[in-house]
Nanobody
C-alpha cells in the first residue's frame, strides 16, 4: 500500500528552524519525483521543493529550505531555517513522475503537517 506520512510540524517563532519528515511506503523513495507543497488558509497550493536527481525550490524559500532524502530509511526531509510568518501553512509530502518538472503535478500525497510561525 502506497503511503506518505508527514511529521515534524510545530509552532515556532520567526527566525527559528524546523525539520519536516515524510516516511514513504509502497515504493522506493527514488522511484518518483518527490517533494513538498504547502497550503495556507485562503491561498492556493504552492510547490515548495522537489527532488528528482536534482533539486528545485520555490523562489520564496531558496536559501532557507533544504530538501534531502535517506533512501535507506525511505524518508524525505525538509529542513526549514529562518522561518517567517508567511511560511505558515499545512505542508504536504507529494510524489509523482511530473512533480519536479515545473508543473508541481503530483499523483500521491500525505495528510499534511501544520507549520505555524508566530511570535
Amino acid at each position: 500500500q502506497l503511503q506518505l506520512v508527514e511529521s515534524g510540524g510545530d509552532l515556532v517563532q520567526p527566525g527559528e528552524s524546523l525539520r519536516l519528515s515524510c516516511a514513504v511506503s509502497g515504493f522506493p523513495l527514488d522511484y518518483y519525483a518527490i517533494g513538498w507543497f504547502r497550503q495556507a488558509p485562503g491561498k492556493e497550493r504552492e510547490g515548495v521543493s522537489c527532488i528528482s536527481g536534482s533539486t528545485n525550490y520555490a523562489d520564496s524559500v531558496k536559501g532557507r529550505f533544504t530538501i534531502s532524502r535517506d533512501n535507506a530509511r525511505n524518508t524525505l526531509y525538509l529542513q526549514m531555517n529562518s522561518l517567517k510568518p508567511e511560511d505558515t501553512a499545512v505542508y504536504y509530502c507529494a510524489a509523482g513522475p511530473n512533480f519536479c518538472s515545473g508543473s508541481w503535478e503530483y499523483d500521491y500525497w500525505g495528510q499534511g503537517t501544520q507549520v505555524t510561525v508566530s511570535s
